[in-house]
């Protein structure tokens, strides 16, 4: 007779401290919300699925069948020669060197098949196959002809327009498909980069030549018995790099840009209190902005106004998690519903109608949590769909995308009655100001009629502000919800750095309410509180999803270009920093920020820990290489300091740091004064 089965015993699940995993006040209830319901998230998993202390240092080589082979740093350490070697001889460098610019691959790849498929649509309008998508800023199409070298025979600003400008959104459409597989010559928008630094990639023989061809020999010198010298791993790891940030991101930027409208500053709000108790909340997550875009639209009409009403609720409220957020938010104001790390929480509030994904940084959980409500879970890219059978598929095709986008917020809409009791919104949201960009700081920081950076730099030449920091990236559930992205971000206004921000980090910002002129006053050091009250800028300016770090790149070219501040990105006082990140992504843009001389320091963990000749080839000699180099540090006040403390040796070499002392004494007498 069978033995009979004992019922399985019912474990008790470990669960997250709120207060422990985040900052956000909204978060926490949210997760407390979550262990009410029994449903678990990743801040619950998290506790249970430990890292792994050999993958985390950066030396678990399974690149073949003969392996895992896994090569630990002793904990005493190595004393002399370092005898670690894998079943093919592979050494530490080797395998960390190759693990590396694997993530690298991935990171560009996402980036640059998001500009692809940016481009095929942007292709599609300039052929008039579709009538979703129109030419919308005509001024950036010019420009981006220009860097293309299309012929255009007409400035910027409209003069002597002789040739059609559909002939040349068809041209600008044809040449910027072609950076992705060109048979012969380099990525065409790496000439945009100052001179000096053109000249310095070209001499350590680093231009990348197509954006897939960069990505798919890193695949091949990765494979088992190829490249075999961590530097000449390193070196391909850079031509990819630079193949994404001056390739594949900076065109999605600046295609997204020509077809969507380039942004300006306006307002919003940000953080799950966005959603809507009595409205059909739809909340849209990805990257790409082409399906979001018309979603946005077709909401606004009436026909879909009145269809939500005839339904009993007042109307429809649109909101976004991760950089679509970011993308929907810099064009047209919709609230930001929150991070990264906030998606399964925005389902849990039981008031979300509709979740619609497309690409990255998507939970596969998501359908778990969404089948414990009425949420209909929607994917909508041909290439990220989701196995579970409550989540349904609806294919974007620019060829439909009204109609698509049409279908989607009905299918939301008459989700709305299905709503069961469970509603529970934290009210936590705050104001922001967002929509930056390389014209909008032209604009704010030197006025219509001097439009350059020139006051920026002056403000940098005289102290007022002592740097730029640009912060950008995820979140990471192996360390506190925003804890270090706020910290740092705090710390580094407080000493006079203004903030560049994108992808997560805009978003933690946005929740802190940092993203406002009036945070000006509350958190900067005197000098950049100064210039943020005078011009009327948020101290930490919102530049938009990760994509968007082209438009740092960008805005740091014009910084050299307007002068006072040395001749490269190498020399300005800035520095770069990913707080919170967890996608290869972050280290494809780490990586294409040092090559292009920013000092760039993550936090978290960095996978070279157990390869210390190669974390030092990186976090050093690179730095006598390309000018900027990586650093770790997971400590937030200490990580800001190391950025200020670059900063100011940076100023040092420009021989300005005592304009800055000046000011410092200046303004000490004033308080002085102002106490007598
Ligand atoms: O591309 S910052 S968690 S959402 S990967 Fe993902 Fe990281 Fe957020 Fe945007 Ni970027």
Known sequence: MAEEKKPTETKVKKLADPVAASIDEATQKMIQRSHELGIETTFD??????????????????????????????????????????????????????????????GAAAHSDHGRAVAEVFMSAARKETNAYQIKDTRKLLEVAQALGVETTVDVDG??????????????????????????????????????????????????????????????????????????????????????????????????????????????????????????????????????????????????????KSKGAKGIQLSGICCTANEILQRHGVPLCGTFLQQELAIITGACDAMVVDIQCIFQNLANVANCFHTKLITTHPIARMEQDNVLHIEFDEHHALEDAERIIKLAIDNFENRGAEVMIPKQKSPIVAGFGVESVEYHLGGTFRGSYYTLNDNIINGRIRGIGGVVGCNNVRTRHNDSHITIVKELIKNDVIVLTTGCNAIACAMEGLLTPESARVFCGPGLAEVCETVGIPPVLHLGSCVDNSRILLAATEVVKAGGLGNDISELPAAGSAPEWMSEKAISIGHYFVASGVYTVLGVTLPVSGAPVFKNYIFEKFEKMYGGMWDLEADPVEHARKMIAHIDRKRKDLGIDKARERIMVDMADRRAMDTM
């Not at 002399?80 to 960390?96: F, L, V, Y």
């Not at 060109?182 to 630094?197: F, I, Q």
Request: glycine share 8%; proline share 5%.
């Open 45 to 106: 998993r998290a506790l249970r699925l430990k890292s792994c202390n050999i993958g985390t240092q950066g030396i678990c080589c399974k690149n073949c069948d003969m392996g895992p082979c896994r090569l630990p740093l002793p904990k005493s350490g190595i004393e002399g020669e370092d005898t670690r070697k894998g079943i093919c001889g592979a050494p530490p460098n080797t395998i960390a060197a190759r693990n590396f610019i694997r993530m690298i691959a991935g």
């Open 159 to 308: 003069e002597e327009l002789d040739r059609d400008l559909d002939e040349i959104a068809l041209e600008v459409a044809e040449k910027a498909l072609n950076e992705w597989g060109k048979a012969e010559g380099e990525v065409l928008y790496l000439k945009r980069a100052p001179e000096t630094r053109y000249e310095l990639w070209k001499k350590q023989g680093v231009l990348p030549r197509n954006i897939d061809r960069e990505i798919v020999e890193i695949m091949h010198r990765t494979h088992i018995g190829v490249d075999q010298d961590y530097k000449n791993l390193m070196k391909q790891g850079t031509r990819a790099a630079l193949a994404d940030g001056w390739g594949g991101s900076m065109l999605a930027t600046d295609l997204q840009d020509i077809l969507f409208g380039t942004p300006y500053p306006l307002a919003s709000e940000a953080n799950l209190g966005v959603m809507k108790e009595d409205m059909v909340n739809i909340v849209i997550h990805g990257h790409e902005p082409v399906l979001s875009e018309m979603i946005v639209a077709v909401a606004q009409t009436k026909e879909m106004q009145d269809h939500a």
